[in-house]
């Protein structure tokens, strides 16, 4: 039996499905039990807690033969780093009382950084706690940049004919499908072939620039003459905070986009077989036009 944190996550889900598709047991956690019931419908054990409720998720990582822990996003909250300790240090707590061996961490590239990259700073220090743990195998997933990121821009393009972000139009980078990072996932929670404390970047397919993501999007969705434009970092700020996205939140957020085009942003892993993930940017567009024409 396996226990998903985050169930109901985007990739939390996605492991549940794939393993319950192979036959494999799941007890799957969340604070929505509607929102679990889709995958109650599939098989899957409901946990009905929220990740902060530390004994609540210790019962549920008892008995599995390997958790699958992730640290949720939190657009509005005060002081993000302190949330995201705080979620880590439940399960990390989690994990020491309940005897499980065998951990498979989302995590991010550039968390082996303690500074300067933003919204993953916390994810650093859960790294970093869940490697003090003893007698417990585990390996930290640090996926790029996601292709389903991309969606944002869909409102953008809509209003206002292009896609936009601080980031660099002209700088190549990876990206990756959340799938892709599933299967990853659930490849290793089912042989648990890792041991010790260890790390795994994940890359995608190849490296793109934003002008490129942009090209190919515009051919998908039938606008060929789709442009990229390099907002300021204040203007992307303005535009969150708007959104309603907390002052701590966007400052961190905005922290992570000039990591990225400043170069501290980056891989520490050479591309290898192990972490090139299968999904191209052009399947992905595929999607993304699918997503665009139902809004």
């Known amino acids: 039996m396996y226990t998903i944190a985050g ?3 985007h990739i939390g889900r996605m492991i549940a499905e794939i393993l319950l598709a192979k036959g494999e047991k799941v007890r799957a956690i969340s604070r929505s039990a509607e929102r679990l019931q889709p995958l109650t419908d599939k098989g899957a054990e409901a946990v009905v807690a929220d990740l902060m409720d530390t004994d609540a998720i210790a019962k549920a990582f008892t008995g599995a033969k ?3 822990l992730m640290t949720p996003p939190n657009p509005t909250v005060r002081n993000i780093r302190g949330f995201q300790n705080k979620v880590g240090e439940s399960l990390a707590t989690a994990v020491k009382k309940s005897g499980v061996t065998h951990v498979v961490n989302l995590s991010s590239m550039g968390a082996h950084l303690s500074d300067g990259v933003g919204v993953i700073k916390g994810l ?3 790294e970093q706690r869940l ?3 003893k007698g417990v195998n585990v390996l930290h997933l640090r996926p790029t940049f996601f292709m389903e990121n991309n969606l944002t821009q869909i409102e953008t393009i809509k209003s206002h004919g292009i896609m936009g972000s601080p980031t660099n139009p ?3 980078q990876s990206q990756i ?3 892709d990072i599933a299967e990853f996932a659930v490849e290793r929670l089912m042989k648990l072939d890792f041991k010790g404390k260890s790390s795994r970047e994940l890359f995608g397919d190849g490296e793109v620039t934003m002008n490129k993501v942009a090209f190919i999007f515009g051919k998908a969705i039938g606008k060929d003459d789709l442009k990229f434009v390099q907002f300021s970092y204040e203007d992307t700020k303005k535009a969150m905070l708007g959104m309603g996205i907390s002052e701590d939140v966007a400052d961190n957020l905005i922290e992570l986009n000039r990591a990225f085009n400043e170069g501290t942003w980056r891989p520490t892993e050479t591309r290898s ?3 090139t993930t299968p999904t191209t940017i052009e399947e992905f567009a ?3 036009a699918r997503i665009y024409n139902s809004r």
């Open 170 to 172: 002209d700088l190549p």
């Open 286 to 288: 595929n999607i993304f």
């Open 66 to 68: 390997a958790v699958y």
């Open 177 to 179: 499908a959340t799938k």
């Open 131 to 133: 490697n003090k743990l």
């Open 124 to 126: 650093h220090d859960q």
């Open 7 to 9: 169930a109901t996550g």
């Open 273 to 275: 077989a192990e972490n």
